[in-house]
């Protein structure tokens, strides 16, 4: 079984400063990908990025950096300068090859100006 | 660009009444689901189908139905609601099903946030 655990219920931080929200997964799986996905205030749900199991590779994609470690099963993402309309839950998510996906109960951002 | 279609965006049922959540993509994807969200308890799947005629349980399907007729829509349906349904709801798709194409990211509707009094 799989799981994903995303320990930060709610962080609070002032606009400008960086934030890391801290993704943890279990699989037995070799074959898989994780995501995040951010869910603004309004509502909806939007993809952001995805990684597979073979590509340890950091990404950066202007403010946001996401860290893939396999040794520690960890996929966490990181806002630099924090902006208050980052302010949002986001889902890390876990889709190992053959088995369901499974999202993480979601971290509550919250930026203050 | 539509995506991927919800209504009604808000509900409110008695306990006991049915309805059907709506739901329907323009993107010819072949996997379509349903994840309720609660306080505390994330996202959660209801039901799924990975291709028209084909649908199947997912972590939470008591209390809820649902058919896949054409590959656009996905219906819903409350059979007789009950306060513990009260949540939003999230209707997804994806290209293909996570077991087989686990590379697809899923594209959600906005939610119809359910209410049963």
């Known amino acids: 079984a799989q799981k994903v655990t995303q320990a930060q219920t709610e962080i609070s931080v002032v606009e400008k400063e960086d934030v890391t929200l801290d993704c943890v997964y279990e699989?037995?799986?070799?074959?898989?990908?994780l995501f995040w996905y951010k869910q603004p205030p309004s509502g909806e749900l939007v993809f952001l990025i995805r990684?597979?199991?073979?590509?340890?590779q950091n990404e950066i994609s202007g403010r946001y950096s996401w860290n893939f470690q396999k040794s520690t099963s960890s996929f966490n993402f990181t806002i630099t300068a924090s902006q208050v309309v980052d302010s949002a839950v986001y889902f890390c998510?876990?889709?190992?090859?053959?088995?369901?996906?499974?999202f993480g109960k979601g971290t509550m951002l919250l930026v203050s100006p | 660009n539509a995506g991927v279609t919800q209504t009604p965006k808000f509900q409110v049922l008695k306990t006991g009444q049915s309805m059907t959540l709506q739901c329907a993509q323009d993107?010819?994807?072949?996997?379509m689901s349903w994840y309720r969200q609660d306080p505390g308890m994330g996202l959660r799947l209801i039901h799924y189908?990975?291709?028209?005629?084909?649908?199947d349980q997912g972590e939470v399907p008591n209390g809820y139905n649902v058919s896949r007729s054409t590959t656009e829509d996905f219906p819903l349906r409350l059979l007789s609601a009950a306060p513990s349904q009260t949540s939003v709801y999230f209707c997804?798709?994806?290209?293909?099903?996570?077991?087989?194409?686990?590379?697809?990211?899923?594209?959600f509707g906005n939610g119809t946030r359910l209410t049963v009094t």
């Open positions: 997804a798709s994806s290209a293909g099903a996570p077991q087989d194409r686990p590379f697809s990211p899923l594209h």
């Open positions: 699989t037995r799986d070799t074959t898989y990908y």
């Open positions: 990684r597979n199991s073979f590509d340890e």
């Open positions: 998510a876990l889709s190992p090859l053959y088995s369901t996906l499974t």
């Open positions: 993107m010819n994807h072949e996997y």
């Open positions: 189908s990975v291709g028209a005629g084909i649908t």
